[in-house]
């Protein structure tokens, strides 16, 4: 399957690392400078885990709601209601066993529907009434503040910033284990309170005031909030206090963990966990088995069915419409808002809860550095499939494990910043990979196009990667070749005959190279330098060389048959190590090899013509292209070169060296080159008369080479014959 780009070159890695390491910055900045957007994104995953696994619902929980809703006000009459009705529900609930009554609304102005109140402005108008003398009886206020005098009774104030108005303490005490969290609870200049009788009456004050935020979602609920310089608890947790009979609340500060700001809240037997700033994490469940208590149902004149509040902290609330006290929550579009009470009460209750670590946030960006850290490492060494599939298992362990975390153990941790940070490093390093990728292939394409063959192309601009540039030592097979005499053969030829011989002839050897996977380095008039094993690698490099060589010898034998020519060439091959890479001047330079291997490899292509053979190879290609029809020429010391190289002339493949004619040849001719090196010139010259024709040129330099020896043997014989020329 073709790739998008292959495994990216050094230069391409560094500058789309760096690219990438620039996005992973600029997403942690988000962190400090933007981090409001983000927490809106978690809410709304926050919100989409509620919604997939809301909390068990408490099969018989210890809250209850009394609704003043559109049935109550149709029957009782538009609300405000008298105080005096308030004051009777009051009581049902009281004698009805209530643990604590707590009311989700203020009372800041005086009941204008008392007796005292209608006398007064009777009055006014000259009109005297002769009202009892019992105060209760004509002042709905009075009433209601003797109701809730003898009853565990909490009122509501609404905490705000739209006035300065210094409101009456909470008669809960507030003490403190560690520093003091005032600073980093959400603050209020004043808010609005319930008239003097009623606040003095009541057992708690408790503020029922609703988070502001983007969104009109309640997910969490202020357990303490300030005002002034005064504390205020939440209603729902005022009310479990005064359930409990207990005299205040205990804020438990993060610096006796290590942290900052408030870390929970103990109220009587019951703790509950919070966030610095004092914020409860909401869990609903929607309340299904909770009493929901109409409110007219209590201020029937023949007392009715008792309501099922015996010992329950029940939450005086309305859901009519009219009266604007609808929120939103994960679970439901609107709810009444004491809906959101009743689920804070019956947590505390249950011990249930919801938690946002105070290492959440060290969490998230330490999981988006490291996520996005090996997406980036696997981008710039493993391609696109797999840093794909990595890009969407990496997500998906991002969104499993912050799920896991919430529905094993009620902890909120955010995957938005990891997946963030993946996106963006995905989204922002694979373009530029694709850039470099697809101009490194053309610029491989072109600079490779003319000289290696298209497979070898291919490979290389999938993955440029295995070009090093500027030079690297690599273990090759070198070859050189050239035409013999064509020097007098160009003398004469025109230009344009001899243009065309040249290009006739070229053509297949370089058809014959590329077929094998060599690297054509250069042409120098008639003469062809190749090699393999660089800039890829090539298995069994050496064997190819040596099937080139032979693809080579038959290719000009059919041109010689096709055109009527007669030429013959010269091939000579060398395996070691050489320098491979661009070489040149700043002005041009090209891929080539240089070093010890390439200059003897064109010695022995230069021997051919010394011993009449067309190929010769070295012992050092033989010994890794494995079994070819190869005799043994001679042991030389070439020009420039101290150590001795052994030659072979190549005259087939591996089926003509199991042929019996090639057996037969191989035997005479070792037996020569045995009495040859014994230093036996006289028992050598003797079996050069049986040689095949094949071997003709070459044992006519041997016959002369051997009449020197017998008529001046050597004294120092070692075998070994020195070149004089290149």
């Known amino acids: 399957?073709?790739?998008?780009?292959?495994?990216?070159?050094?230069?391409?890695?560094?500058?789309?690392?760096?690219?990438?390491?620039?996005?992973m910055a600029t997403v942690l900045?988000?962190?400090?400078?933007?981090?409001?957007?983000?927490?809106?994104?978690?809410?709304?995953?926050?919100?989409?885990?509620?919604?997939?696994?809301?909390r068990a619902a408490t099969p018989d929980p210890g809250v209850a709601l009394v609704d003043i809703d559109e049935a109550s006000?149709?029957?009782?009459?538009?609300?405000?209601?008298p105080r005096d009705l308030m004051a009777q529900m009051v009581d049902r609930l009281t004698d009805a066993g209530a643990a604590a009554i707590a009311f989700d609304m203020s009372f800041s102005e005086a009941d204008r529907s008392s007796l005292a109140a209608i006398a007064r402005r009777l009055e006014s108008r000259g009109i005297a009434l002769d009202l009892p003398q019992d105060q209760a009886a004509v002042d709905n206020d009075l009433a209601f503040a003797e109701a809730i005098a003898r009853s565990p009774v909490v009122l509501g104030v609404a905490l705000s910033n739209e006035n300065q108005r210094a409101l009456t303490p909470s008669p809960a005490g507030m003490s403190f284990a560690g520093g003091d969290p005032r600073a980093y609870l959400q603050q209020f200049s004043g808010g609005l309170e319930n008239i003097a009788p009623l606040t003095q009456a009541a057992s708690g004050i408790g503020s029922f005031s609703f988070p502001s935020g983007d969104d009109t979602v309640i997910r969490t609920m202020p357990l303490v909030a300030a005002a002034g310089e005064e504390l205020f608890p939440g209603l729902a947790i005022e009310a479990l206090r005064v359930a409990q009979g207990a005299r205040g609340f205990i804020l438990r500060s993060g610096d006796t963990r290590g942290g900052e700001?408030?870390?929970?809240?103990?109220?009587?037997?019951l703790e509950l966990p919070s966030d610095p700033e004092g914020r409860f994490w909401l869990h609903y469940s929607g309340m299904p088995n909770m009493p929901v208590i109409p409110a007219v149902s209590l201020l029937q004149p023949e007392g009715g069915t008792p309501p099922d509040v015996e010992g329950r902290v029940v939450v005086v609330g309305t859901s009519a419409i009219g009266l604007r006290d609808?929120?939103?929550?994960?679970?439901?579009?609107?709810v009444p808002g004491m809906f959101v009470h009743a689920e804070l009460i019956d947590q505390a209750m249950t011990q249930s809860f919801l938690n946002r670590p105070d290492w959440a946030r060290g969490a998230e960006v330490l999981a988006a550095a490291l996520a996005g850290a090996l997406l980036l490492a696997l981008l710039l060494t493993a391609g696109p499939v797999l840093s794909g599939a990595a890009y969407l298992a990496l997500g998906a362990a991002c969104i499993y494990g912050s799920?896991?975390?919430?529905?094993?153990?009620g902890q909120l941790i955010d995957p938005v910043l990891p997946l963030l940070m993946l996106t963006v490093v995905f989204l922002t390093v694979l373009p530029i990979l694709l850039l470099l990728g697809n101009r490194e292939r053309r610029f491989v394409r072109s600079a490779f196009g003319l000289y290696l063959s298209p497979a070898l192309v291919e490979r290389l601009s999938l993955d440029p990667a295995s070009l090093r540039l500027g030079g690297e030592t690599r273990d090759v097979t070198v070859l050189f070749s050239d035409i013999r005499g064509f020097t007098t053969l160009s003398e004469n030829l025109g230009p344009d005959a001899l243009t065309e011989l040249l290009n006739g002839f070229l053509t297949p050897m370089t058809d014959v190279l590329l077929q094998h996977d060599a690297t054509i380095d250069k042409y120098i008039g008639d003469a062809i330098m190749a090699f393999w094993n660089a800039p890829l690698d090539i298995e069994g490099h050496a064997a190819k060389a040596c099937h080139a060589a032979l693809g080579?010898?038959?290719?000009?034998?059919?041109?010689?048959?096709?055109?009527?020519?007669?030429?013959?060439?010269?091939?000579?091959?060398?395996?070691?190590?050489?320098?491979?890479?661009?070489?040149?001047?700043?002005?041009?330079?090209?891929?080539?090899?240089i070093g010890d291997t390439v200059n003897l490899s064109s010695r022995v292509e230069g021997l051919t013509k010394q011993y009449g053979q067309t190929i010769l190879v070295t012992d050092a290609v033989l010994a890794t292209a494995g079994e070819f029809a190869v005799l043994e020429v001679d042991r030389v010391r070439v020009v420039g070169r101290a150590a001795p190289v052994t030659l072979y002339t190549l005259l087939g493949d591996a089926a003509m060296a199991q042929t019996a004619e090639f057996q037969v040849l191989a035997q005479g001719h070792n037996a020569f080159l045995q009495a040859y090196r014994a230093g036996d010139f006289q028992g050598a010259e003797a079996r050069l008369a049986d040689a095949v024709p094949r071997l003709a040129p070459l044992y006519k330099v041997y016959r002369q080479r051997l009449a020197a020896l017998i008529a001046h043997p050597p004294a120092d014989w070692d075998g070994v014959f020195s070149a004089t020329s290149k």
């Open 326 to 334: 609808i929120v939103a929550t994960p679970l439901q579009p609107g």
């Open 552 to 593: 080579m010898q038959a290719a000009v034998a059919a041109l010689n048959a096709a055109r009527g020519t007669d030429l013959h060439i010269g091939i000579g091959l060398h395996r070691g190590e050489a320098c491979v890479g661009n070489l040149g001047s700043e002005q041009r330079f090209s891929y080539s090899a």
């Open 73 to 81: 006000i149709a029957r009782i009459g538009q609300w405000p209601w």
């Open 1 to 23: 399957m073709t790739r998008l780009f292959g495994r990216p070159s050094v230069r391409s890695s560094w500058l789309a690392g760096l690219i990438g390491l620039a996005a």
């Open 29 to 54: 900045l988000l962190v400090l400078v933007a981090r409001a957007p983000l927490d809106r994104l978690g809410h709304l995953v926050f919100d989409a885990y509620q919604r997939a696994a809301p």
């Open 403 to 409: 799920w896991l975390a919430f529905l094993r153990h």
């Open 261 to 269: 700001g408030l870390d929970a809240v103990k109220v009587g037997a």
